[in-house]
């Protein structure tokens, strides 16, 4: 099993910034392209920034310049940096990865059960 855990989130002020991370465990065997995906209430999920284990970065346009993406491969970790939030990045933002766990000879796609974050004065 591969479970994600996220962390970091809040509530913050319109130009604030968050610093979101999410850690892999369980019986990992390759871990693959990790990221962020976010759902506002009555949107579809939507895709935010992603990372391949070899760093390169796919970042969605709405939040391109303000927010970043990285990866710590020993740590199985993920991180996101938002900066300038606005109060449309409100959303529920859950982790993703995509893992091959070690009884298994395929990759799978794996979520954390999500983090809030509310941008509001």
């Known amino acids: 099993q591969v479970r994600l855990v996220e962390s970091g989130g809040g509530l913050v002020q319109p130009e604030g910034s968050l610093r979101l991370s999410c850690a892999a465990s369980g019986s990992i065997f390759v871990l693959y392209t990790m990221g962020w995906y976010r759902q506002a209430p009555g949107k579809q999920r939507e895709l935010v920034a992603t990372i391949t284990s070899g760093g390169s970065a796919n970042v969605a346009d709405f939040v391109k310049g303000r927010f970043t993406i990285s990866r710590d491969n020993e740590k199985r970790a993920v991180y996101l940096q938002m900066d300038s939030l606005k109060p449309e990045d409100t959303a529920v933002y859950y982790c993703?990865?995509?893992?091959?766990?070690?009884?298994?000879?395929?990759?799978?796609?794996?979520w954390g059960q999500g983090t809030q974050v509310t941008v509001s004065s």
């Open positions: 993703y990865a995509n893992a091959r766990p070690t009884y298994r000879l395929d990759s799978y796609d794996y």
